[in-house]
T-cell receptor
C-alpha cells in the first residue's frame, strides 16, 4: 500500500522539551511539506522540501527544524523555542512542487 | 489581503440538495487549483483538481473563473456522508495556499 505515515498519532510533552515528529512516504514523491493546523484555522506551512538535502522555510518556521536526508523521510522537530506548540501537525507529499499534495493522518501534539 | 478567501459557512442543507462553494484568490498569476475535503479531526483528502475548462466527477463539478479570480465547487444530490469541511487550494509560484475551509452539514 502506497501512502504517507506519521507517527505517533498523539504526543504529549512537557514545556521546554524538544520533540520530533515522524513522516515517511513510499509514493516516490520528490516534494514534502509540514503544516500546522489550529482549531478553526487553515493550514499554515512550516517547512517544505523539493528534493533530498534541500528544504525551505514556510510562513511559520520559527521554533521548528527539519531534515531531508532520504527521499522517503522528512522529520520535523518542534523545539522549546516554539511559543505555542500545541497543534495538529500534518505532513504531505507531492510529485513536484506544483502537483496535488497527499496528506498523512497527522500528529496531535499537546505541550503542557 | 489574504491569498485565498472562503466563506466559512456553515452550510446546512437537506439530503439531496445542491450546494455550491466559492473561493476567491488574490494573485492573477496563480497557476493550479484544487478542492480538498477534511473530516473532523482528520487529514485533508484531495477531492478534485480544477481545470480551466471546468471538470466533473460524478455529482461534483469544479469551475475556474480567471477573470473574476474565483473557483467553485458544486455538489449535486448531496449525501449525509458528505458532511465535512471543504478546503480550496491555490498554487502560486511554488507555494500552496489553503483556504480556511467551508463547513457543510447535510441533514437527513
Amino acid at each position: 500500500d502506497g501512502g504517507i505515515t506519521q507517527s505517533p498519532k498523539y504526543l504529549f510533552r512537557k514545556e521546554g522539551q524538544n520533540v520530533t515528529l515522524s513522516c515517511e512516504q513510499n509514493l516516490n514523491h520528490d516534494a514534502m511539506y509540514w503544516y500546522r493546523q489550529d482549531p478553526g484555522q487553515g493550514l499554515r506551512l512550516i517547512y517544505y522540501s523539493q528534493i533530498v538535502n534541500d528544504f525551505q522555510k514556510g510562513d511559520i518556521a520559527e521554533g521548528y527544524s527539519v531534515s531531508r536526508e532520504k527521499k522517503e523521510s522528512f522529520p520535523l522537530t518542534v523545539t522549546s523555542a516554539q511559543k505555542n506548540p500545541t497543534a495538529f501537525y500534518l505532513c504531505a507529499s507531492s510529485r513536484g512542487i506544483w502537483n496535488e499534495q497527499y496528506f498523512g493522518p497527522g500528529t496531535r501534539l499537546t505541550v503542557t | 489581503r489574504k491569498e485565498v478567501e472562503q466563506d466559512p459557512g456553515p452550510f446546512n442543507v437537506p439530503e439531496g440538495a445542491t450546494v455550491a462553494f466559492n473561493c476567491t484568490y488574490s494573485n492573477s498569476a496563480s497557476q493550479s487549483f484544487f478542492w480538498y475535503r477534511q473530516d473532523c479531526r482528520k487529514e485533508p483528502k484531495l477531492l478534485m483538481s480544477v481545470y480551466s475548462s471546468g471538470n466533473e466527477d460524478g455529482r461534483f463539478t469544479a469551475q475556474l473563473n480567471r477573470a473574476s479570480q474565483y473557483i467553485s465547487l458544486l455538489i449535486r444530490d448531496s449525501k449525509l456522508s458528505e458532511s465535512a469541511t471543504y478546503l480550496c487550494v491555490v498554487v502560486t509560484g511554488n507555494q500552496f495556499y489553503f483556504g480556511t475551509g467551508t463547513s457543510l452539514t447535510v441533514i437527513p
